[in-house]
């Protein structure tokens, strides 16, 4: 069954630092999305993606994340000067239509020290 | 703004039949997932309701009443392996929202 990868599975930087998260949605889809969740706490909505640009973005989108598709087949979020509270799993997501039927990687835990 | 309730946790016992409630409120509404989740793991889609009425997938069925902005799944002959978070999410344009979550615990 097709599927969502992420890498890398953990990943630990300095406060300020940049990084960069990686996803490889499944290969028809069409729909992109990035989400994160703070131990314990609810699935939060980050942005999506469709058609190369940015569809939607929630308040926590500022101005220090961005995404980009380079290629056919990856899809990246950027966080340019990491904060402690960026500290979350990371969770990839992609879906063959809008909204529906999201499939989701195994998520990528960023600590920021 | 888009804001979903659903009831923190839930113990059922083993072989029961649990009902896991969500109401919500959104500007613009496609539809009403749920998605499981075990500690540690990923959500992973269980159904999806974009008509008013009863989705059934084996041993799960969702329920959604639009006039009500009310749904819930339905979990039957649980299991063990059913312990786990359940979250509902409404789908809108290019975007879906997630509640809190529900932490199912099953017991013996």
């Known amino acids: 069954e097709p599927e969502v990868t992420q890498t890398p599975s953990h990943q630990v930087t300095q406060m300020g630092q940049e990084v960069i998260l990686r996803c490889v949605p499944i290969s028809n889809h069409l729909y992109f999305y990035w989400y994160r969740q703070i131990l314990g706490q609810k699935v939060e909505f980050l942005v999506s993606?469709?058609?190369?640009?940015?569809?939607?973005k929630s308040e926590i989108f500022d101005d220090q994340f961005s995404v980009e598709r380079p290629d056919g087949s990856n899809f990246t979020l950027k966080i340019r000067s990491t904060k402690l509270e960026d500290s979350a799993m990371y969770f990839c997501?992609?879906?063959?239509?809008?909204?529906?039927?999201?499939?989701f990687g195994s998520g990528t835990q960023l600590s920021v020290l | 703004g888009q804001s979903l309730e659903q009831p923190s946790e839930v113990t059922a016992v083993e072989g029961a039949i649990v009902q896991i409630n969500c109401t919500y409120q959104?500007?613009?509404?496609?539809?009403l997932s749920w998605y499981q989740q075990h500690d540690g793991g990923a959500p992973t889609f269980l159904s999806y309701?974009?008509?008013?009425g009863l989705e059934e997938t084996g041993r799960f069925s969702s329920f959604l009443s639009r006039s009500d902005s009310y749904g819930y799944l339905l979990l039957q002959e649980l299991q063990m392996k059913d312990s786990a978070s359940y979250f509902c999410?409404?789908?809108?344009?290019?975007?879906?929202?997630f509640g809190t979550g529900t932490k199912l615990q099953v017991i013996p």
């Open positions: 959104t500007s613009g509404f496609y539809g």
């Open positions: 309701n974009a008509l008013d």
């Open positions: 999410a409404v789908g809108g344009y290019q975007k879906v929202t």
């Open positions: 997501a992609s879906s063959q239509g809008s909204g529906e039927k999201l499939f």
């Open positions: 993606f469709y058609n190369n640009e940015i569809s939607e």
